[in-house]
């Protein structure tokens, strides 16, 4: 009925099931695409578009002894992986009652921002990548060019399953420098050189 009414609206439901018939996405509150820390997201992942749907502290709604904002780390680590998991992040603030966003909501914004400023190509316009989602990290990508978003690795070495395809260059995003790796059974294996301390530290594949 509603698509009759306006064929260009989407409709998104967060009744915590598989979508319905004539729905547009699916939504998954408080978690990513096929985790269920929150107790809402146990359905399975459809072929609609997906989107994350998460929160700056731990309301939906200002309240105002809410301070517990989530940590810009917490905060890009949850727009990373949700990009690496083929979902769109929707990150909720609750404006005060003057209608001004909150202090600390601004902070976090403008982390996320810079953050973005610097890393955002290996997210806008990506997919999620090849390499499916690890405890470490996830993947994003664009045509020919995969980015490695290593955001917990306890080594200084990385082997990145590939399923045969073979690497061009491999590169630190960052700086752009060259990076070294062996070729691995049906992947290759990332010399880091040291374990990786950045809040994501990117290496970009040109397959």
């Not at 929160?55 to 727009?79: A, V």
């Not at 909501?105 to 400023?117: H, Q, S, T």
């Amino acid at each position: 009925m509603i698509h009759k009414l306006q064929p260009q609206c989407l409709i998104g439901n967060n009744h915590h099931q598989i979508p319905n018939a004539g729905e547009d996405i699916q939504i998954f509150e408080r978690d990513l695409p096929g985790e269920n820390k929150a107790g809402l997201s146990g359905q399975s992942i459809s072929r609609l578009p997906l989107e994350s749907c998460q929160t700056i502290n731990d309301h939906w709604g200002y309240s105002i002894t809410d301070s517990n904002y989530k940590k810009p780390k917490e905060l890009i680590h949850m727009l990373v992986r949700a990009a690496g998991k083929n979902a769109n992040l929707l990150l909720n603030i609750g404006p005060e009652p003057s209608g001004d966003l909150p202090a600390l909501a601004l902070d976090r914004l403008k982390a996320i921002g810079e953050w973005m400023n610097r890393y955002g190509n290996t997210i806008y316009g990506t997919r999620g990548g090849i390499v499916a989602p690890h405890d470490w990290g996830v993947s994003t990508q664009r045509g020919n060019r995969l980015y490695i978003h290593i955001l917990d690795c306890q080594d200084a070495n990385l082997f990145i399953p590939l399923g045969g395809r073979k690497v061009k260059r491999a590169s630190v995003y960052a700086t752009g420098k060259r990076m070294n790796y062996t070729k691995t059974g049906d992947g290759i294996t990332l010399n880091l050189g040291k374990v990786p301390t950045d809040i994501d530290y990117i290496v970009e594949l040109t397959l």
